[in-house]
């Protein structure tokens, strides 16, 4: 059944992926219900998939590699929800579609799903530290979208290559605005997970605290030279996706430090 949940949901992701190209050559890119509804269906039914295992785990299903990504994608539509319309970023779904897509497709491709599992204390400060770990990957997610968004839009605009995609996308401004209020909200849920998971007391691997620290300080720094005016725009958009490239390729680490040995 969750498997074919998941495959549902790439589906849905899959048709949206398809009907922006097809904007694309048609030279008309606008987001439209389609691609709203594509993501309402994906992320129904990666509700479904982790509350069935969710109950089978009897604990949040992040115990796994397989799991973390499943909820990092879920996360991800979650946050653009709550943020795509509130900064006027509808189009913002058309660009994480992809994403998320591409996300499922590794989860199902490779076997993650047997990888060891971390088997979390059954403690609801540790599973709330975990899991809104993973939310705050989301929004810095959606800030690395919205910043190749940004990225994307300051090329046409230099070179002076406008198309269709060009006077579809929001205002350069509110890209830049919107890639640096995701990343505070990416920072906030991270240093409240932080927060949880010292209060907790769980015993954490030394080299797993200083990676999500060096995240934690990354963005940190990216916010603290966005308020004092020395980082522009440009600069933070091309730092914000660099930054959850690093956060993509030190996932698996962190999860297998993770494991209890």
């Known amino acids: 059944m969750e498997k074919l949940l998941l495959i549902g949901a790439t589906l849905c992701l899959l048709c949206s992926f398809g009907y922006t190209l097809s904007r694309l050559r048609a030279r008309s890119v606008q987001p439209g219900k389609f691609n709203l509804t594509a993501l309402i269906g994906a992320f129904a039914f990666l509700s479904v ?41 509808s189009l913002l779904g058309a660009f994480t579609s992809p994403l998320v897509l591409t996300l499922l497709v590794i989860a199902q491709i490779f076997p993650l799903a047997h990888d060891a599992a971390v088997h979390l204390p059954r403690s609801p400060w540790v599973e709330f530290h975990a899991s809104l770990s993973i939310i705050s990957y989301s929004a810095f997610a959606l800030a690395g979208v919205a910043g190749a968004m940004y990225l994307l839009q300051d ?13 579809s996308l929001p205002p350069i401004t509110d890209l830049g605005v919107a890639n640096t209020r995701l990343i505070w909200l990416g920072l906030i849920l991270l240093t409240i997970s932080f927060a949880a998971g010292f209060v907790s007391g769980m015993k954490i691997h030394t080299l797993k605290f200083y990676t999500s620290a ?44 993770s494991i209890p040995k």
């Open 49 to 89: 998939n982790l509350w069935l295992r969710g109950q089978q785990q009897r604990s949040c299903p992040i115990n796994s590699l397989f799991d973390v990504i499943i909820f990092l994608s879920w996360g991800i539509i979650l946050i653009y929800f709550i943020v795509g319309s509130g900064y006027r970023l």
């Open 155 to 167: 090329r046409q605009l230099k070179t002076r290559k406008g198309g269709a995609l060009l006077y």
């Open 214 to 257: 060096a995240i934690w300080t990354a963005y940190s720094a990216l916010i603290f030279l966005r308020q004092i005016h020395t980082l522009a725009p440009r600069r933070t958009a091309i730092l914000s996706l660099a930054a959850f490239t690093f956060i993509l390729v030190t996932l698996p680490v962190i999860q297998h430090l």
